[in-house]
């Protein structure tokens, strides 16, 4: 995903593609698209062996990255992900994760076991989101209210939740009056009530999920912390700053996934341009062709460039990483698709059949582009940010 990798850095990609090579092939993806999880049993927990859950933790809470930058380290695992339309919870369970793992040593025991779990692979988490106020990205609906003993009361619903299905716990972010709030709720909690829905990854895994009055104790509210480590332009709080660094990661993974589809897409096809013969002479000697091949390599590298870049900027702390999360989604989520239907109508005829591979890698990147966000959602948020900065 990024160049310059360390050998430590080579060998976990390495790793990880050669572990979804032996069990992501496309034979194995439609044969667990009737799976209800979208994945075989123990197949988190051999992933989570390979390092998929904690580069965002600190070693002091049990993780621990591999170059000192735990995000470009995930991201490498998102672009195999990406490349092999591989299944499983990568992106929540890593934002459960990186909010507990900072929380959990002050949070007390609850946090810790669940982050236990999390990291080990025995558990897997969904993230119910809803948006800062000032913000629209299509969150959910939800709102807290003061409990006992410290607890939070939980109301609302998250249409669309990845992994929420059968996911263990949520992470909940969400709405207290003017500011944020997070904790995490137990699956089998009273008032939490979840319906499996169908999308158009064939692995991928969504639900909606509603709370009613959910009571959460208070040793399972992450407490606020001091510094979110970077400095959010669009929250004054350390809540908000919170969310703002988790919706930051999620774009930021979804868009290395999106990248290594369009990657594997684009390979397909030049590949097929190669080898497929039209009036005697190779699609890649036709200059329509070599046009259309041009365009989308072009939008296949700034794609991995703004990715790369906003990654970069989340790992450094920098105060433009919202920015460039916006604007990496706002390309990837507009030019990613059109490359992959080029893709498929330089296939021809049987291009546009179900039973192509290509339909793996234009399905993971659709169901990734309405995710946390739409790109037009983004543009007018990046927007918003840069006049803000501006005016300042």
């Known amino acids: 995903m990024q160049p310059g990798l360390s050998a430590d850095q080579q060998f976990f990609q390495e790793t990880t593609r050669k572990f979804l090579d032996a069990r992501c092939s496309p034979a194995d993806l439609r044969a667990l698209a009737a799976d209800p999880a979208g994945y075989r049993p123990g197949w988190w927990r051999q992933g989570a062996e390979l390092g998929w859950t904690t580069p965002l933790v600190p070693e002091a809470a049990g993780g621990g990255s591999i170059s000192g930058a735990g995000l470009a380290d995930l991201s490498l695992a998102a672009f195999e992900f990406g490349r092999h339309a591989a299944p499983g919870p990568l992106i929540p369970a890593n934002v459960a994760a990186f909010s507990l793992g900072r929380s959990a040593s002050s949070g007390g025991g609850a946090l810790a076991a669940w982050l236990e779990r999390l990291l080990s692979g025995a558990a897997t988490a969904s993230w119910l989101r809803a948006d800062p106020p000032g913000t629209d990205l299509g969150g959910a609906s939800l709102t807290a209210g003061a409990g006992p003993g410290g607890g939070l009361v939980i109301d609302g ?20 009056g003017s500011g944020m709030v997070h904790a995490v709720v137990d699956a089998s909690a009273a008032g939490l009530h979840r319906r499996r829905l169908e999308g158009v990854d064939l692995t991928r895994r969504w639900a909606r999920v509603e709370l009613d009055a959910v009571a959460v104790p208070g040793d399972q509210v992450l407490p606020a912390p001091a510094d979110a480590g970077f400095e959010a332009s669009s929250t004054s709080d350390a809540s908000g700053d919170l969310a703002e660094r988790q919706l930051c990661i999620a774009l930021c993974l979804q868009q290395a996934e999106s990248v290594g589809a369009m990657q594997a897409a684009f390979d397909m096809t030049l590949e097929w341009t190669a080898n497929r013969y039209s009036f005697g002479r190779p699609l890649s000697s036709y200059q329509e062709i070599k046009h259309r091949m041009a365009d989308m390599r072009m939008w296949l590298e700034a794609s991995y460039a703004i990715t790369v870049a906003a990654i970069d900027a989340l790992d450094a702390g920098r105060p433009d990483a919202s920015e460039l999360a916006s604007a ?28 192509h591979d290509l339909h793996l890698f234009l399905r993971r990147v659709t169901a990734g582009v309405p995710a946390y966000g739409s790109p037009a959602q983004h543009r007018r948020r990046l927007a918003g940010m840069v006049a803000e900065r501006v005016a300042s």
């Open 157 to 176: 619903q998250a249409p669309v939740a990845e992994a929420g299905a059968d996911a263990d716990v949520f992470l909940v972010t969400a709405r207290a």
């Open 328 to 355: 990496a989604k706002a390309y990837v989520g507009h030019f990613g698709p059109e490359l992959v239907q080029d893709c498929v109508q330089i296939h021809g005829g049987i291009g546009v059949t179900f039973d």
